[in-house]
């Protein structure tokens, strides 16, 4: 019998933040695989293992997915990481694949998912924390109250227009942008507050948008509300 894929969110970056299913499958499970090039040296390996000390002891299968936009380039990784999980599926074990987050928000696991149950393969998702909850509870604000929207953005591939829609907005993936995305935010008269890196060692909070630095990194996430009255 063919192993099942596990897409398994292990939340922002607090290992306190990962949910006690994510906990149990790492656990129970021997093979356990990540994005990245070297499994030890990724982030979410990096985040499960403060949580569950004996991943260190698992048989560790590394997923190189590139940070490009070259559509050739990503479809050849793709496929090539679907390839090496279905080796090991036919080998009738279960694979859980950590992922930063949650695996239904712009998680690279998307891409192998498909690909993998076009292949005839079973797959199964474990929600995590989003980043863009983790950040407004970092920042002590609600996201939405009462009837308001929310916009979910992700800057690093849609910045053509300013957001001037009603509502709230969160800004993904925004650090090779941020300058940009600095700009427009500008414009919009909104509250702004950005958290980098939030639950690692190196976060950092802002909380307006002159003091977002213009080389913030690739984990920033920023949040953008209506005026409230009064204010």
Known sequence: MRGILYGVGVGP?????????????IRENEVIAVPGAEAKETV??????????????????????PMTHDAKELEENHRKGAKALEEVLDQGKDIVFLTLGDPTIYSTFSYLQKRVEDDGYETAL????????AAAARTNQPLVEWNQTLH????VH???DTPDAEGNYVFMKSGKKMKQVKE????????????????????????????IPDDAGYYSLIIAKEMESGK
């Open 13 to 25: 970056g607090d290992p306190e933040l990962m949910t006690l299913k994510a906990v149990r499958m």
């Open 44 to 65: 979410a390996y990096q985040i499960a293992v403060q949580a569950v000390p004996e991943l260190a002891d698992k048989e560790l299968l590394s997923i190189y997915m």
């Open 126 to 133: 474990v929600s995590g924390i989003t980043s863009f909850c």
């Open 152 to 155: 979910i953005v992700p800057a």
């Open 158 to 160: 849609r910045l053509g």
């Open 184 to 211: 427009i935010l500008r414009e919009t008269g909104k509250q702004v507050s950005m958290v980098e890196n939030c639950g690692m060692e190196t976060e950092h909070v802002y909380r307006s948008v002159d003091e």
